[in-house]
């Protein structure tokens, strides 16, 4: 039976979608979940405890910078930072996932970066209120292209992360430093969330977040297999996000 067509109101939302490495297809993104507190020593410089569950929370799609976009600087903040990620997509999904089984539904991976506004994340803290403002706005996830899995596994274990900018070292770390693995979390998750084919998992980031300024530029790398370059722009200088 064919579904009934509608006249929307609107003009519906442009597909948000990542470019595939090797080839000229792209990836649709459905939802972008991500993941706090998984490397201890980033943990312990946010003044917390790594013993715990996961911490799990989400951004909308047009949260996403690809094809090395522009990043701008966003209103409402004057401490805005960079957290470097490990970036996994799906191809399926389902409820309940065994860890097992995570690996059958990975599309591929990326880097990307999970940006906040840290002074009003903070705030936010204090008072006991959400902090979606602080991680869940336009343009906060810069995302590279994604290396398809079939062409990273087996030969990549563990993943290598590393941040510049400016040419400066900021973060660096290998996913073997993670509390959860890939498949943990994802099964974590599966069991709060129906998983579904286009949904990313931003992983953690590890020590060394630190500020971001207009004219800043920086490379994350997924090294030898995936590279995010950008550029901080100000606000309402034609980033056009």
Request: proline share 9%; glycine share 10%; with cysteine.
């Amino acid at each position: 039976m064919s579904m009934p067509k509608h006249a929307y109101a609107l003009s519906p939302p442009t597909i948000r979608s990542l470019p595939i490495l090797g080839s000229t297809e792209r990836f649709p993104v459905r939802s972008i979940y991500c993941v706090g507190r998984n490397y201890a020593d980033h943990v312990r410089e946010m003044g917390s405890d790594p013993a715990g569950r996961p911490c799990f929370f989400m951004k909308p799609t047009h949260a996403l910078v690809t094809d090395d976009g522009p990043v701008p600087y966003p209103p409402e903040t004057s401490n805005f930072h960079h957290e470097v990620e490990l970036v996994v997509a799906l191809k399926s999904g389902g409820r309940n996932l065994a860890p097992e089984v995570v690996s059958h539904h990975v599309f591929g991976y990326a880097v990307g970066l999970d940006l906040t506004r840290r002074d009003l994340q903070n705030a936010l803290k204090q008072k006991g209120q959400p902090w979606e403002l602080a991680k869940s706005f336009t343009g906060s996830a810069p995302c590279s292209a994604l290396l398809p899995a079939t062409r990273a596994v087996p030969t990549v274990k563990p993943w290598h992360l590393r941040l510049t900018v400016n040419g400066e070292l900021r973060q660096e770390a290998t996913s073997a430093q993670m509390i959860w693995s890939i498949e943990q979390l994802v099964s974590e998750l599966s069991r709060y969330d129906r998983l579904e084919a286009g949904d990313l998992l931003f992983t953690g980031t590890p020590a060394g977040v630190g500020p971001l300024e207009p004219g800043d530029q920086g490379v994350a790398e997924l090294v030898g297999h995936a590279c995010l370059r950008f550029t901080v722009v100000a606000a309402g200088s034609g980033s056009g996000l």
